[in-house]
């Protein structure tokens, strides 16, 4: 995986031209006793770089997978999102997953880790996508008069809808209906999966203490950050995994 312009690239080394198309990429099959031209199974590796290069991850999460986590470090977390990826099934009415939790836990390289799956293991197309680019496209898009409906279509129709710090920004009444729409669409639609990171709390943080860093202090619980509409459309659509342990960008160094 080769970070470029901001965006991790998979890059596909040729190799001799298949036999069963000639190099063709396409062939005649006969599947229960019918003849139609197809894909050639040569192809599903370059569809699947594609796949994987539409969908927008980050440079910097490029080399992010579930086997370069170091697993120690946060069990239960990982633990849940190697459950549930080996649980998917492309098109099976899946839950959705988010990861809730501090900075540092590993949030976003799990999330890359996880569309890396989607597409390369199961297929899928995954759109990823940052909450506060999300935002800023939208608003530039209704700058320009673009109309809503073409504006959230690709978030709308997205087969996969991975969104990275969900609810940052200023929780503005924008912002809130933004997601508003966004979350009832595909809810409406029964559109497959949202996966989300954030920042935000599940629970309530317990009485503050003095050892209480910062964010969970001041930090709003989810629900409170995104509404009712939206945490009750969530709640019921995807699986809350709550990322513990220390926040790695501190430790590494300690190591
Ligand atoms: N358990 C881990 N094993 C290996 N690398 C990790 C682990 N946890 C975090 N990292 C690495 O630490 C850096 C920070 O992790 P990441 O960006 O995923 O944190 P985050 O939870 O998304 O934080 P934030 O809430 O600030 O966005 C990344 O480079 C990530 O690859
Ligand atoms: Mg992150
Ligand atoms: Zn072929």
């Not at 999102?81 to 836990?105: C, K």
């Not at 710090?165 to 669409?185: C, N, P, W």
């Not at 050892?211 to 509404?227: K, Q, Y």
Request: with cysteine.
């Amino acid at each position: 995986m080769t970070p470029r312009g901001g965006f991790a690239v998979a890059e596909l080394i040729p190799g001799p031209p298949c036999e069963l198309c000639r190099g063709e990429g396409r062939r005649v099959v006969e599947r229960h006793g019918i003849r139609r031209v197809g894909r050639c199974v040569c192809q599903r590796l370059p569809d699947r770089v594609a796949l994987y290069n539409a969908a927008g991850v980050p440079a910097k999460h490029a080399n992010c997978t579930l086997e370069s986590f170091r697993v120690e470090l946060a069990r239960p977390t990982w633990v849940a999102v190697r459950r549930w990826t080996d649980s998917f099934e492309p098109g099976g009415g899946q839950s959705g997953l988010i990861l809730a939790g501090e900075p540092g836990r590993g949030k976003t390289h799990l999330l890359a880790a996880v569309v890396r799956e989607l597409v390369f293991r199961y297929g899928v197309a995954v759109k990823f996508v940052e909450f506060s680019h999300l935002l800023a496209n939208i608003r530039e898009g209704y700058d320009r008069k673009e109309g809503e409906a073409r504006l959230l279509s690709p978030l709308v129709r997205a087969p996969v809808l991975a969104i990275d710090e969900l609810g940052k920004g200023r929780g503005s009444d924008f912002e809130t209906a933004v997601l508003d729409e966004i979350v009832s669409r595909r809810y409406n639609a029964q559109a497959g999966p949202l996966l989300a990171t954030t920042n935000f709390p599940l629970r309530a943080p317990r009485a503050r203490r003095e050892s209480d860093s910062l964010s969970t202090m001041v930090l709003p619980t989810l629900s409170e950050r995104l509404g009712e509409r939206v945490w009750s459309r969530l709640k019921e659509a995807c699986h809350l995994v709550e990322a513990a342990g220390d926040d790695y960008r501190i430790t590494k160094g300690k190591a």
